[in-house]
């Protein structure tokens, strides 16, 4: 079962949205927003 799962989310889904949801992650990190704001 959960090889048909990992089948189905690897040919579902781009591969840039897990990059995204990562980056979507790294918002928990302390200090990240201000470094986001400063590069941005």
Avoid: D
Avoid at 12 to 40: D, Q
């Amino acid at each position: 079962m959960r090889n048909i799962l990992r089948k189905e989310m690897r040919l579902g889904t781009l591969p840039i949205v897990y990059f995204f949801v990562l980056f979507g992650f790294m918002f928990l990190l302390p200090g990240y927003p201000i470094l986001c704001g400063a590069i941005s």
